[in-house]
């Protein structure tokens, strides 16, 4: 093959139309078809994709007697920048090594296609879907590639492949470089996209694709409005593992706050002195539940069980452990031998600082207050006595955010109903 080079006037003419041809078939992948950049590649005999969402584009298919069709040159525009919006080659790279690229290849084209062919994209014959090696559709490339990988499944992708292999769809599909691929950035004919601007492009498309969903003529694929769901979410974070962390790190550092006391006598003996003893304080620990009308019990209990299982873990007593009900008001402090054994009032107006503060004057005074709430709620000025733990159900930020001074975790929205 002959060097890369930028495209010509024709076959630039050539390469427009079947992008507003792919654009027309699948409105919300313009902004990623129009992201990719296309250079020529001539004598590739396909199109293919670096990780720097560079399109190459073999001319001769372009222009000229062997030109594809105008939708079909459309259709696998749309194939190769799903590679891209996929994330295939990063996708690629978590794989266990060795990898099969060839059985990647083949696991990464299925997940496309059928997501095309429910698009009513018009797809060139023979190409590779999960039924042509009798999977069915819906499932990852993950998915496909340990199927494919199966000694039995593996003699379908040699048939498949043909006696000349398959030359797979570049790096950026997370199959080998095309010849002349072009390397890194700075290129003379394109720089592509770097790793910040492909995520903006990606998540620009997931909106898209989400409010394209169940919109009737050219609504989104089922596959990829769950693709679009993926990208779309919050980076999933272990919420209980970092909110029994908080607690245990409040917990400790109130624990090590001791201090002399004469209440028992050092072992030390001085003739004639009686020497206080170094003593560390008996841990109380209250728990303010935010109960208005915008909490859910699901998740709620689930942040309960979390916070019950750390107090349980570190030796916290049980008369060391106070629970307030608070929405605009206050319960007063309750022992409780247990969660389950708390009756939740309220359902009103939310101002969590009530509760903080009918913790805080309790008596004996908590070292820690752990509040669950939503979120939507005001929060004291300044910082108080005991150590602040909000734990924030649903990710809702508030009215301005929780104080920097406290131990914020946020637990989303669903936590407890998949625990």
């Known amino acids: 093959m002959s060097g890369v080079r930028e495209l010509e006037p024709a076959e630039m003419r050539a390469f427009r139309l079947a992008r507003l041809v792919s654009a027309e078939h699948m409105p919300y992948f313009m902004r990623a078809l129009f992201a990719a950049q296309p250079v020529a590649a001539p004598s590739l005999g396909t199109f293919a994709v670096d990780a720097r969402w560079r399109l190459y584009l073999d001319p001769d298919l372009l222009v000229g007697p062997c030109a594809w069709p105008v939708p079909m040159v459309g259709a696998v525009l749309l194939h190769e920048v799903g590679h891209l919006l996929r994330a295939h080659a990063d996708r690629a790279a978590a794989l266990a090594k060795p990898i099969d690229h060839l059985v990647w290849n083949f696991a990464a084209d299925a997940e496309i296609n059928d997501d095309l062919l429910a698009a009513g994209v018009g797809l060139p014959e023979g190409v590779i879907t999960p039924q042509s090696f009798g999977c069915l559709s819906g499932d990852t490339a993950e998915q496909y590639y340990d199927y494919l990988r199966d000694p039995l499944a593996h003699q379908t992708v040699t048939e498949l492949a043909g006696a000349e292999g398959d030359p797979g769809c570049g790096s950026g599909s997370g199959c080998p470089a095309v010849p002349g691929e072009l390397i890194g950035s700075g290129e003379v ?213 929780t104080p920097a001074w406290a131990s914020t975790v946020h637990v989303p929205v669903g936590s407890g109903a998949t625990r």
Do not use: F
């Open 189 to 401: 004919i394109t720089e592509g996209l770097d790793n910040a601007e492909a995520d903006l492009v990606r998540r620009s498309v997931a909106q898209a694709v989400r409010e394209a969903s169940g919109t009737g003529r050219g609504s989104a694929p089922a596959g990829l409005v769950r693709w679009a769901a993926d990208v779309l979410a919050p980076p999933t974070v272990a919420w209980d593992r970092l909110l029994r962390a908080v607690i245990r790190r409040a917990l400790a550092e109130q624990a090590g706050r001791t201090n002399y006391s004469y209440s028992r006598p050092s072992r030390r003996r001085i003739p004639g002195i009686v020497a206080p003893a170094m003593r560390g304080p008996s841990i109380t620990v209250s728990l303010v539940i935010d109960t208005s009308g915008s909490m859910t019990s699901a998740d709620l209990d689930a942040a309960m069980g979390e916070v019950a299982g750390v107090l349980k873990a570190g030796g916290i007593a049980r008369d060391r452990v106070r629970i307030l009900a608070c929405d605009a008001k206050s319960t007063t402090a309750q022992h409780v031998r247990s969660v389950a054994d708390v009756t939740l009032v309220g359902g009103g107006g939310t101002d969590m600082r009530v509760g903080i503060a009918a913790a805080n004057a309790a008596r004996p005074a908590p070292h820690v207050v752990v509040v669950l709430t939503d979120g939507d709620t005001p929060w004291p000025d300044r910082p108080t006595r005991s150590h602040l733990v909000c734990a924030i159900i649903g990710g809702v930020q508030g009215r301005g955010g």
